[in-house]
T-cell receptor
Framework: DADVTQTPRNRITKTGKRIMLECSQTKGHDRMYWYRQDPGLGLRLIYYSFDVKDINKGEISDGYSVSRQAQAKFSLSLESAIPNQTALYFC???????????FGPGTRLTVL | GQQLNQSPQSMFIQEGEDVSMNCTSSSIFNTWLWYKQDPGEGPVLLIALYKAGELTSNGRLTAQFGITRKDSFLNISASIPSDVGIYFCAGLSNQGGKLIFGQGTELSVKP
C-alpha cells in the first residue's frame, strides 16, 4: 500500500464550486504539506502543518484553506474554484528531523 | 524570498549520452535534494546532500553540493529511456524548515 495517498486522483469542476482534496499518510510523520505544480513553475507551497495544531500559509495560499484532522490526514479546500486554479496538486510528508519530503501521487484538478 | 534557478528547462538527448543539470541561488542552503517525477506520479527523492562540497552517487546519478552552498549539480551517466521525466532540485530554507523547489528540468531520451 502507498505511504501517501490522495483522493480524488482526477477532478473536473466548474467555476464557483467548492472542492476538497484529501491526503492520508501511513508514514507516521508529523509534518504535512500541500503543493501545486504548474508547467515551468516547479512546485509551489500552498500550506503546511508541522503538527495537528499547527497550520501555516505557504507561498500561494490565497483562495485555499486547509484542515489537519489528525496526524495522518491533511485536506485542502478551494472554497470557490476559479479556472486559474487548474493544476496538479501534491501532498507531501516529512519527519521532524529530516529535510526530505515524501510525495503522494497527485490530484489533477481542472476548473472550467 | 529565497528562489532557485534550475537549468536547463528541458533536454532532448540520445540514449547513452551523459546529462548535466544545475540549480543556483543567491541564498545559501544547508541541504540540497534532487527529485525525479515520472509522468503521472509524484516526485521521488533521488539524492540528498547535507554538506558543502559533498559528492554523492546513486547508481548512474551523481550530485554535488556546491562549495559556496548556493548551487548544486546533478549528472546522469549513460542515459536510458527510463530516465525520462522531470528532475527537480530543492533547497531546505532557513526560514521555517520548508523546501524551495527549482522550476524543473524535463528530460527526454531518444532510444
Amino acid at each position: 500500500d502507498a505511504d501517501v495517498t490522495q483522493t480524488p486522483r482526477n477532478r473536473i469542476t466548474k467555476t464557483g464550486k467548492r472542492i476538497m482534496l484529501e491526503c492520508s499518510q501511513t508514514k507516521g510523520h508529523d509534518r504535512m504539506y500541500w503543493y501545486r505544480q504548474d508547467p515551468g513553475l516547479g512546485l509551489r507551497l500552498i500550506y503546511y502543518s508541522f503538527d495537528v495544531k499547527d497550520i501555516n500559509k505557504g507561498e500561494i495560499s490565497d483562495g485555499y484553506s486547509v484542515s489537519r484532522q489528525a496526524q495522518a490526514k491533511f485536506s485542502l479546500s478551494l472554497e470557490s474554484a476559479i479556472p486559474n486554479q487548474t493544476a496538479l496538486y501534491f501532498c507531501a510528508t516529512s519527519d521532524l528531523h529530516e529535510a526530505s519530503q515524501f510525495f503522494g501521487p497527485g490530484t489533477r484538478l481542472t476548473v472550467l | 524570498g529565497q528562489q532557485l534557478n534550475q537549468s536547463p528547462q528541458s533536454m532532448f538527448i540520445q540514449e547513452g549520452e551523459d546529462v548535466s543539470m544545475n540549480c543556483t541561488s543567491s541564498s545559501i542552503f544547508n541541504t540540497w535534494l534532487w527529485y525525479k517525477q515520472d509522468p503521472g506520479e509524484g516526485p521521488v527523492l533521488l539524492i540528498a546532500l547535507y554538506k558543502a562540497g559533498e559528492l554523492t552517487s546513486n547508481g548512474r546519478l551523481t550530485a554535488q553540493f556546491g562549495i559556496t552552498r548556493k548551487d548544486s549539480f546533478l549528472n546522469i551517466s549513460a542515459s536510458i529511456p527510463s530516465d525520462v521525466g522531470i528532475y527537480f532540485c530543492a533547497g531546505l530554507s532557513n526560514q521555517g524548515g520548508k523546501l524551495i523547489f527549482g522550476q524543473g528540468t524535463e528530460l527526454s531520451v531518444k532510444p
